[in-house]
Antibody, heavy 118, light 107 residues
Framework: QVQLEESGGGVVQPGRSLRLSCAASGFTFSSFGMHWVRQPPGKGLEWVAVIWYDGSHEYYADSVKGRFTISRDNSKNTLYLQMETLRAEDTAVYYC???????????WGQGTLVTVSS | SYELTQPPSVSVSPGQTASISCSGDRLEDKHVNWYQQMPGQSPVMVIYRDTKRPSGIPERFSASNSGNTATLTITGTQPMDGADYYCQAWHSSSAWVFGGGTKLTVL
């Protein structure tokens, strides 16, 4: 069965960096585009970034463009999100999500909480 | 930027039909997807490509998309259906967009 397991969340001071990882299993990781979607505490879902199945293209939400970098290692079945210059408004649960046809999200990880606070 | 608008809350009695709307400019030209999120859990897709139901999702979940409004319908709502529901679509100006979410209360 499809499994997506995020890690790397925690408490970080404003302006610092953090890298999230998502270990994928149960499917051919290299065949699927992957996204990060976040959810601030008590609020709605916000798409963050996407990477093509082969890593050839990446796109970002305006709110994180220039600060966050999505990447993947298909040999390790792992998705990453490098977050730089973190702000309080980046505080959220970050979900690793599998893409289908660049249209919808069919499987979500359990999420990892990032708290940006001094 | 493209926006999807949902009512913050909807209430329904057990056994009745719940309808949750999602509005956006020319929404019928896009594929709308719906996600259910139980408290403390990750979202689960309940409808994709406007009307399709993934395997394992009960038949009481259905949806439509016409004009500027997509609608998720739960027929014979059960207490276990109480959750937050999010619509989602893709738009060239905003990429993957979510509605603000609707809290469905079954009481």
């Amino acid at each position: 069965q499809v499994q997506l397991e995020e890690s790397g969340g925690g408490v970080v001071q404003p302006g610092r960096s953090l890298r999230l990882s998502c270990a994928a299993s149960g499917f051919t990781f290299s065949s699927f585009g992957m996204h990060w979607v976040r959810q601030p505490p008590g609020k709605g879902l916000e798409w963050v970034a996407v990477i093509w199945y082969d890593g050839s293209h990446e796109y970002y939400a305006d709110s994180v463009k220039g600060r966050f970098t999505i990447s993947r290692d298909n040999s390790k079945n792992t998705l990453y999100l490098q977050m730089e210059t973190l702000r309080a408004e980046d505080t959220a649960v970050y979900y690793c999500v599998r893409d289908v046809e660049m249209t919808y999200f069919d499987f979500w990880g359990q999420g990892t909480l990032v708290t940006v606070s001094s | 930027s493209y926006e999807l608008t949902q009512p913050p809350s909807v209430s329904v009695s057990p056994g009745q039909t719940a309808s949750i709307s999602c509005s956006g400019d020319r929404l019928e030209d896009k594929h709308v997807n719906w996600y259910q999120q139980m408290p403390g859990q990750s979202p689960v897709m309940v409808i994709y490509r406007d009307t399709k139901r993934p395997s394992g999702i009960p038949e009481r979940f259905s949806a439509s998309n016409s004009g500027n409004t997509a609608t998720l319908t739960i027929t014979g709502t059960q207490p276990m259906d109480g959750a937050d529901y999010y619509c989602q679509a893709w738009h060239s100006s905003s990429a993957w967009v979510f509605g603000g979410g609707t809290k469905l209360t079954v009481l």
